[in-house]
């Protein structure tokens, strides 16, 4: 019903693969016309695993009850940008707080059907904690490979309690992600970062629950970090056009970070690759990297979509992350780059007054604290005295 296909030579590849012989990156694909599709797209009891169909596993599924997340409308922002529909779909309400759940389901699920018995990944924090969680429910071993000191706080503890193995190098997230894949090939552990095309199976299910909920958007809005969800999220919207679901493709929209931007780099140059960038910088650590291995996928996806990449500084970023919270939508920063980049791109005149429009607020704001108490500062502290309270009220 599917196979594994290289990108770049399209060989048919063994599915314990991440990479082509030829060193191209691989995606799964289905033979469409065969796939028997037993869902509608009715807006109804969505979640990852509603779209069984068309995921590539064999076996019972290893679930925390991931997707099914909400889609908010910025009703006030639409007004002020002039935008006809703003929403945000806040992929930090998933069992460990982001997206990567949606991938780690169908990864870890892979990971049994292999029979191994551990898994791993570096990460800029999220897809660890993901990772952690889901390897602790099938009872597998994992091992997570982090930049030290520059992952949030939160996703380092959840990695720790969920009871993986958490080694913190001193480098960056590509120099972890180079160390795990060839600890992987060495060790006979399988890989869980978005090089692994099963993981980005799992996260096309945001293209899916887009479209069951409102239909196709006109452009979908997201960070770029390892460039793994654009890709994913394309797939997704792809494949329900091919089956005839939908008829529309959104434009796929990226945005990094100033400091970490290869891939917006590569598509001003209309490149169809990224130069990598040594020593990536943002507030935003969870998209900290300077060498996406998906980037050649994710370029792919701006350019089919006629989309574009964008990127945005740290400030922008932290001001997206409040006007987020003041709609009741607590984000980490990196989730803040999607808002962020449509506020940019509304200004330089780039967004059509008629679009509608799907933010991904990727993570959720519990994943940093050590940023959001930085940024709105420390509560005040006073004697515990009614007088002194109502002293302070505005
Ligand atoms: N937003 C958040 C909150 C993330 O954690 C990530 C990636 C991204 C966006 C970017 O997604 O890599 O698919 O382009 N975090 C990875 C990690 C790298 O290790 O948790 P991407």
């Known amino acids: 019903m599917y196979s594994l296909v290289c990108i770049e030579c399209g060989r048919e590849n063994d599915e314990t693969r991440y990479n082509c012989e030829c060193g191209g ?18 807006g109804r009891d969505m979640r990852v695993w509603k779209y069984r169909s068309l995921l590539p596993v064999r076996s019972d599924p290893v679930t925390l009850k991931e997707g099914g997340t909400p889609l908010y409308r910025l009703d006030r922002l639409e007004k002020e940008l002039g935008i006809r529909k703003i929403y945000v779909k806040h992929e930090g309400l998933n ?30 924090g999220n897809t660890s904690a993901s990772m952690a969680m889901y390897a602790a429910k099938a009872g597998l071993k994992a091992y997570v490979l982090l930049p030290a000191g520059k992952v949030a706080l939160g996703k380092v503890a959840q990695a720790l309690m969920h009871g993986a193995e958490v080694i913190g190098i001193r480098g960056n997230f590509d120099d972890a ?22 993981r980005l199976e799992g996260q ?144 330089m005149g780039a967004i059509e007054g008629d679009a509608t429009v799907v933010c991904i607020a990727t993570g959720n704001l519990l994943k940093d604290p050590e940023t959001a108490m930085k940024v709105c500062g420390e509560p005040k502290i006073v004697d515990a005295d009614v007088e002194k309270i109502m002293a302070l009220l505005t």
């Open 177 to 198: 992600l180079r160390i795990v894949r060839e600890v992987c090939d060495r060790a006979g552990i399988y890989l869980l970062n978005s090089v692994n095309p099963f």
């Open 25 to 42: 990156l691989l995606e799964v694909r289905f033979k469409l016309d065969e796939v028997e599709i037993d869902f509608k797209l009715d």
């Open 95 to 124: 069992p460990s707080g982001s997206f990567k759940d949606r991938g780690m389901t169908v990864g870890v699920t892979k990971a049994l059907e292999f029979k191994k018995n551990a898994v791993a990944c570096a990460s800029t």
């Open 204 to 347: 096309k299910t945001i293209a899916y629950e887009i479209a069951d909920e409102i239909g196709v958007p006109d452009a979908v809005i997201l960070p770029i970090g390892n460039a793994g969800n654009i890709s994913a999220i394309f797939k997704g919207f792809e494949e329900l056009r091919e089956i005839g679901l939908t008829d529309e493709m959104p434009k796929m929209i990226g945005i990094q970070a100033e400091g970490a931007s290869p891939v917006f780099k590569a598509f001003k140059e209309g490149k169809e690759d990224i130069k990598p960038l040594g020593n990536p910088e943002t507030i935003a650590t969870a998209i900290r990297i300077g060498n996406p291995v998906n980037a050649k996928k994710a370029l792919r996806a701006v350019y089919r979509s006629r989309g574009l990449v964008e990127a945005v500084s740290d400030q922008e970023i932290i001001s997206a992350q409040k006007i987020l919270a003041k709609n009741g939508i607590g984000v980490e920063p990196a989730s803040a780059a999607s808002l962020a980049g449509l506020i940019k791109l509304s200004k």
